[in-house]
Nanobody
Framework: QVQLVESGGGLVQAGGSLRPFCAAS????????MAWYRQAPGQQRELVAA?????????NYHDSVKGRFTIPRDNAKNTVYLQMNSLKPEDTAVYYC???????????????????WGQGTQVTVSS
């Protein structure tokens, strides 16, 4: 049974940093692409960042976070992180981990979500 457990969210001032993480179990972690999504109140869930399986050389980012967020993975620890720098109030949302999806190619790389989701971790950025 696949389980994804997020942690590391919190409250931070604008310009600050957070590094939530997602610990996975019940699957061969290194063989799975992983992703972070977020959902703000009244808005649809959107992809923030994704990383391909294996060494993770292929990554995809939402335009609004490029240059500020990165998505490293540690296959030895079955964990994927979301390094969030230069945070803005508009980054406030619940952040969800996703597994089992696929990194696709069509002129650029894009991620389609898998069936497995974590419970989410709240990130709040104050102005």
């Amino acid at each position: 049974q696949v389980q994804l457990v997020e942690s590391g969210g919190g409250l931070v001032q604008a310009g600050g940093s957070l590094r939530p993480f997602c610990a996975a179990s019940g699957m061969i972690f290194s063989s799975n692409a992983m992703a972070w999504y977020r959902q703000a109140p009244g808005q649809q869930r959107e992809l923030v960042a994704a990383i391909r399986s294996g060494g993770g050389s292929i990554r995809n980012y939402h335009d609004s976070v490029k240059g500020r967020f990165t998505i490293p993975r540690d296959n030895a620890k079955n964990t994927v992180y979301l390094q969030m720098n230069s945070l803005k109030p508009e980054d406030t949302a619940v952040y969800y981990c996703n597994a089992g999806g696929k990194m696709n190619w069509d002129a650029t790389y894009y991620y389609t979500p898998g069936d497995y989701w974590g419970q989410g971790t709240q990130v709040t950025v104050s102005s």
